[in-house]
């Protein structure tokens, strides 16, 4: 199993521009999640799915959004990046019952 | 869910256990206490979870107090790979996914 993928890496907007950031899992976890993690900060979480078509907000939604139309993918879209944006996302997936989460390994964003 | 205190900084020697504090007072009776790591720039990731007895992995092991209200990750044997913040988080096991991740304990393993 590849775990939990996430894509990019590293990326650099411009402030206004939108873009989306990708997240994958092969485990057939039901429950999905997105955090930020800004510098010296723990990990906030923006949205989280508990199965496909189902969605809700975290402590963090504003300017994100979020869909799950599969049980593979949950990907994160930034509607109009701002500078505040700037940040280390992570995705991560849990099985139903378990204890124990997945995290990716994070996606790098600069907002300019 | 209940706040967790945790210690910023601890340093181990390699070799020694590290014994890493956490303080959860206000816990309720369904919440379990959960550990996670997060080495440098990297993802979380899952130590072990406890409900009211002491729990062990292969990676550490959990001691919870009595009273559940504080407990302590002993990693027997630290190596300089386990340096990296540890952060300890109380939470209901229902449905959703939220894990709230406070400052954590940075733990620095000296060779």
């Known amino acids: 199993n590849a775990g939990v993928t996430q894509t990019p890496k590293f990326q650099v907007l411009k402030t206004g521009q939108s873009m989306t950031l990708q997240c994958a899992q092969d485990m057939n976890h039901e429950y999905m999640s997105w955090y930020r993690q800004d510098p010296g900060m723990g990990l906030r979480l923006i949205h989280y799915?508990?199965?496909?078509?189902?969605?809700d907000q975290g402590e963090v939604p504003n300017g994100y959004n979020v869909s799950r139309s599969t049980t593979e993918d949950f990907p994160l879209r930034l509607l109009s990046a701002a500078p505040s944006q700037t940040s280390v996302y992570f995705c991560a997936s849990r099985e139903t019952g378990a204890h124990e989460q997945y995290f990716g390994p994070g996606t790098r964003l600069t907002v300019t | 869910d209940a706040k967790t205190t945790q210690p910023p900084s601890m340093d181990c020697a390699e070799g020694r256990a590290a014994n890493l504090p956490c303080n959860h007072s206000?816990?309720?009776?369904?919440?379990?206490v959960y550990w996670y790591r997060q080495i440098h720039s990297q993802g979380p990731q899952y130590i072990i979870h406890?409900?009211?007895n002491n729990e062990t992995n292969e990676m550490a092991s959990l001691i919870i107090t009595e009273d559940r209200k504080s407990s302590t990750l002993i990693l027997p044997h630290a190596t300089l790979r386990d340096t990296a913040v540890y952060y300890c988080i109380v939470r209901e096991d229902n449905a959703g996914n939220m894990l709230t991740f406070g400052g954590g304990t940075r733990l620095m393993v000296k060779p």
């Open positions: 406890g409900l009211k």
């Open positions: 206000t816990i309720s009776g369904n919440e379990y």
């Open positions: 799915s508990v199965g496909a078509g189902i969605t």
